[in-house]
């Protein structure tokens, strides 16, 4: 009977020596794993302000679409959008006005350039209208030229390639096939045999051209840091007409049209919903 007492107090003994040694590698294991707790509160509170921070954006960017000039819509004519990534569609027939000789710009357009113009002339700039409609043959004939000339000066094809596509669209993917786009310098500057460049911004004259430009519902297609936008690079001289709300919502706003149209098609999804 000794020997059984003695051995049921040994038992519970360990028993009880047992559980403090769970009960100290629990109270062990919880103090690891609270700095994780700490570490996860605070993810949590880099995350919230992450939210936070979005939110800010998103407000900002609700705001603009309520922005959007009411009754307009991104299939509107005179917002079109043609481009590396957008063919002209293969209906497009364009309704075309000679306004100077071998000269041809969309009827509906007429009036803004000639009324543009004549403010210029009040304002003591001459305007010289290198450009507007082109065919489809005439933007290859033009495409191709550029890439011999490329060639002819050491370039390899894809490299020839390469230089034309900063300035010259792909041939079916030339906004000037839309009738809506104007290529205008001063004859001043043309007269000194200067061409289509980029320096032409150093002109008063383009200087005016960009400051009145949206009043008669022209913005510059082109645009200097956009060309991740356009796909193309900076022409000081290249002009488009989208009508005057858009044009001055864009200027305001610093935006391509490829911009202002995925406002416009985010609205309508908006409102769609």
Known sequence: ????????????????????????????????????????NENKSTDSLTKDNQSEEEKEHLALIESLPENVSSTDWNLILVNNWTPLPDDFKPDLVEIEPGKLIDRRIVDAYKNWEKAALEAGYNLYFASGYRSVERQQNNYDRSINQYMEEGYTKEEATKKTEEYIAIPKNSEHHTGLAMDIVDQNWISKGNGLTPDYDTQESQHWLIKTMADYGFILRYPKNKKELTDINYESWHFRYV??????????????????IELLKEREVRIDE
């Open 1 to 40: 009977m000794i020997i059984k007492r003695r051995f049921i107090l040994l038992f519970s003994t360990l028993i009880l020596t047992g559980c403090s040694v769970i009960d100290n590698e629990s109270a062990t294991n919880q103090k690891v794993s609270d700095p994780t707790i700490e570490e996860q």
């Open 243 to 260: 009508g005057e709300d858009n044009a001055k919502f864009i200027v305001d706003n610093n935006l391509t049209l490829e911009e202002y």
